[in-house]
């Protein structure tokens, strides 16, 4: 309805608690106008809440490539790119390619964007464009996050006419493997040793990824991010999971109120 109603010629979607970077607005609608691009974006960076620790660790981990998997984060060459983030939009983009679609709590941009895509659009990234966000400042709240993002990916893979997409279906394959040969082991032994070798191949990987931000930022986050890293992968994994079994083989579209993570 807003978005319909809307004077201007370009729209611009700013989420709570984040912060435009400087020049966001002239860099956007700059680079909208010389591409004759569907849709300008630029590169997100989670800042933390708080001067907590684990404030300041989550934000170190969600922005590392092990904790988002998005490249786009951290691209530094300007282009055409399959996805970024809060971009700006001529009001013409969504009257060629519809609106958000308001049934989705999480992964409105994500759709649209993939909506824009699959019909021949184009979406233009560039680093000068950015774009922060604050992270959440709690495990809790960052596992509520991540499980809702994981929740809806079935969904927005459904609604722009795809299966899934690889990293998310990584989570989810993680997350059902410890489960299934967790629970399998207490009734067959034998399958406690593929749970401790997919269990152990990952905190190989979590710990170096968490050494090596460790040492850019600061021994102290080191106690923290392994399990920063975990909580977020199995959350999403568990999200994506349900997801899965709600949207795709039980084939529903409605969706119950719920509650955002702040």
């Known amino acids: 309805m807003g978005i319909k109603a809307c004077k201007g010629e370009i729209i611009i979607f700013v989420n709570a608690h984040s912060v435009l970077g400087k020049n966001f607005l002239k860099y956007s609608i700059e680079y909208l106008q010389v591409m004759n691009a569907d849709g300008a974006g630029g590169a997100l960076e989670w800042i933390n809440e708080s001067n907590s620790i684990v404030s300041h660790a989550i934000a170190f981990a969600v922005n590392s490539p092990f904790g988002s998997g998005k490249g786009y984060r951290l691209k530094e060459k300007e282009g055409f790119v399959k996805d970024t983030v809060h971009c700006a939009y001529p009001k013409k983009t969504f009257e060629k390619y519809g609106v958000l679609d308001e049934q989705l709590v999480r992964g409105q941009d994500c759709e649209f964007n993939y909506r824009i895509l699959n019909s021949g659009g184009k979406i233009f990234f560039t680093p000068k464009i950015k774009y922060y966000t604050y992270a959440r400042p709690s495990l809790k709240k960052m596992c509520t996050q991540y499980f809702q993002y994981g929740y809806f990916k079935p969904l927005v893979a459904q609604s722009v006419g795809v299966f899934f997409v690889w990293r998310h279906l990584a989570t989810a394959v993680f ?42 930022n600061g021994l102290k986050y080191f106690i923290y991010l392994p399990l920063i890293f975990f909580m977020i ?27 955002l993570s702040r």
Do not use: E, Q
């Not at 191949?201 to 990824?209: A, E, L, P, R």
């Not at 999403?236 to 997801?243: F, H, P, Q, R, T």
């Open 175 to 216: 997350t059902a493997c410890l489960i299934f040969f967790g629970l399998t082991s207490f009734v067959y032994k034998p399958a406690i040793w593929l749970f401790l070798f997919i269990f152990s191949f990952y905190m190989v990987v979590n710990i170096i990824f968490s050494f090596v931000i460790a040492l850019r």
């Open 233 to 259: 992968h199995f959350s999403v994994g568990m999200g994506y999971l349900k997801g899965l079994l709600y949207f795709k083989l039980l084939n529903k579209r409605d969706i119950k109120d719920m509650a």
